[in-house]
Nanobody, 117 residues
Framework: QVQLVESGGGLVQAGGSLRLSCAAS????????MGWYRQAPGKQRELVAT???????NYADSVKGRFTISRDNAKKTVFLQMTSLEPEDTALYYC???????????WGQGIQVTVSS
């Protein structure tokens, strides 16, 4: 079992920055492929960024060059540094963990990011 808790969301003006954190507890964090997803009102949940166990990263085209995903295995935490934020980035942001040894995905409860124009 894995528990994920997001933090760091809030309200920011366009052009500003925020850093989201997702702290994991339970099973070994280093066994997890981690990702950030978001869901805006009336839209489907979409991938924002992922980071593999080895640190390989992948980004949605809409956030490339603006967002950076990273992980600290010692702290069992994954981060999403968001810069040059746009109103279109407003959404509920979710953290996801996927163990290599299981097909089950674990999700955090989500955290709100609101970007004002």
């Amino acid at each position: 079992q894995v528990q994920l808790v997001e933090s760091g969301g809030g309200l920011v003006q366009a052009g500003g920055s925020l850093r989201l954190s997702c702290a994991a507890s339970g099973s070994s964090f280093s066994a997890l492929r981690m990702g950030w997803y978001r869901q805006a009102p009336g839209k489907q949940r979409e991938l924002v960024a992922t980071i593999s166990r080895a640190g390989t990263t992948n980004y949605a085209d809409s956030v490339k060059g603006r967002f950076t995903i990273s992980r600290d295995n010692a702290k069992k935490t994954v981060f999403l540094q968001m810069t040059s934020l746009e109103p279109e980035d407003t959404a509920l942001y979710y953290c996801k963990g996927s163990p290599w040894y299981d097909s089950v995905d674990y999700w955090g409860q989500g955290i709100q990011v609101t970007v004002s124009s």
